[in-house]
């Protein structure tokens, strides 16, 4: 078995850790159960493109014990768990290549290691497995018969890849189940992103100023958190209906260049580029510390703040100090996603549910693939909902049905005043 890991020797710490997450999913638990029983994904190989995380080892468990030959890269440099990634590869058997830290050319050698095994399925966290497939391997192609999209980002990717007529397979917006976005976008981000800001800066939030960008489902979730640790949250937002939204929801809603002018805390979480940018810098309050939430390390213009600044000071792990003018700004996790390279990402209990999603998917493929076309595909409805079902037993939560009678009311249309 190949793989490129920090060391090996991690991977008793790593187990541990795997199976601490385990007893938070479930869900994917559930799934593996019946993986293990009816090897839906026999024979099939799946590259995988995901943070290297003690939930995505489970991940990787359950397509392995559904018959799956996996192959699992890193889908951002700097938040790969290196014992997790150990145990994957000493406990469980599963190929890795990721490193923390890795630069930018390890980091492509190491994605085009995982394709190397040529897929029947991509699972891509971003989008950057089926982008360097389409742009630099298209002889791999021939053999895909679909892929999964986790993140919003790399829906949007895959969107405009459709909209071109580029997009060479059917891809399945995980993303887009309800069981996904509403609890992974909104719980995990917000759960996740405070967690990185507070592990970097043990800053207090209470009393603070603290701005979101973006008032998307992470934003949503990022904000909530904020508010309910005592911050006085701003939104910027670009979308009217989103910021009337934020507007109803009770947070301030201003533009960037007054809202930095203020802010103590300024997190990103928008998927576009320099929301952040340099004319903001210059007027931001002393001592503001930023971070991005995002994808991507685009959000916050790091190369000019680099280039503006007179001094640039490492205070402690992932806090970094730049001293713009007479005033010190200080970045967390150099721009890259705060909840993961700060902090471990979303806890279990939702990833939980957006990998029974992911599992799923690969299974959807497999089942429909020959009557899907070259587009992105939300997931069927009932599958998102089976998904909840098994969430709430697990919670042993239970909830009314509709009895026959409403039932027919629903589908009824001439009962009216
Ligand atoms: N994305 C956000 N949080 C994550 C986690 N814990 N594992 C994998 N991907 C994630």
Redesign the pocket.
């Known amino acids: 078995m190949k793989y490129d890991i920090k060391s090996i020797k991690l991977a008793a710490s790593g187990k541990k850790r795997i199976e601490w997450a385990d007893r938070d999913m479930p869900v994917l638990r559930d799934i593996r159960e019946e993986f293990k029983k009816n090897k839906p994904l026999k024979g099939i190989r799946i590259s995988a493109c ?2 290297v ?1 003690s ?2 080892a489970n991940l990787m468990r359950t397509l392995k014990e559904g018959g799956a030959e996996t192959v699992l890269c890193a889908s951002n440099p700097l938040s790969t768990q290196d014992e997790v990634a150990a145990s994957l590869v000493k406990d469980y058997g599963i190929s890795v290549f990721a490193i923390t830290g890795i630069n930018n050319k390890g980091y492509y050698k190491h994605l085009n290691a995982a394709i190397s095994i040529e897929p029947h399925i991509t699972m891509d ?1 971003g989008a950057d497995l089926i982008s360097t497939l389409h742009k630099k391997r298209k002889d791999l192609i021939k053999n895909i018969l679909g892929g999964t999209e986790e993140t919003t980002t790399g829906v949007i990717r895959l969107k405009a890849m459709a909209a071109k007529k580029v997009l060479e397979f059917p891809v399945i917006a995980v993303n887009d189940s309800y069981t996904k976005y509403l609890f992974d976008n909104r719980y ?1 981000t917000g759960q ?1 992103t405070m967690d990185g800001i507070l592990r970097s800066t043990n800053r207090l939030i209470a009393g603070s100023v603290f701005t979101v960008a973006g008032y998307g489902w992470c934003g949503k979730g990022t904000a909530m958190r904020a508010k309910g640790m005592g911050a006085n949250v701003i939104i910027t937002e670009v979308d009217p209906i989103k910021a009337l939204e934020a507007h109803m929801d009770g947070f301030r809603v201003m533009k960037m260049n007054d809202a930095c002018k203020t802010s103590d805390f300024i997190v990103t979480v928008t998927g576009d580029i320099n929301v952040i940018d340099k004319h903001h810098f210059k007027s931001m309050k002393d001592g503001c510390i930023i971070a991005n939430s995002g994808h991507f390390d685009v959000e916050i213009n790091t190369k000019a703040l680099k280039k503006m600044s007179k001094k640039i000071t490492e205070i402690r792990d992932n806090l970094t100090e730049y001293m713009v003018g007479k005033k010190n700004v200080y970045l967390l996790a150099n721009g890259r996603l705060v ?2 390279s700060s902090a ?3 806890p279990a209990c939702v ?1 939980d549910m957006s990998f029974a999603n992911q599992a799923l998917g690969a299974t959807y493929i497999l089942k429909n693939y020959k009557k899907m076309k070259k587009d992105v595909y939300k997931l069927p409805d009932n599958v998102d909902s089976n998904i909840a079902k098994r969430k709430m037993r697990s919670l042993s939560i239970k909830f009314d049905t509709l009895t026959p009678e409403q039932k027919e009311y629903l589908s009824s249309w001439q009962i009216g005043t």
């Open positions: 995901l943070h995380t939930e995505t966290d995990g996740s909840n993961l471990e990402g979303h990833m």
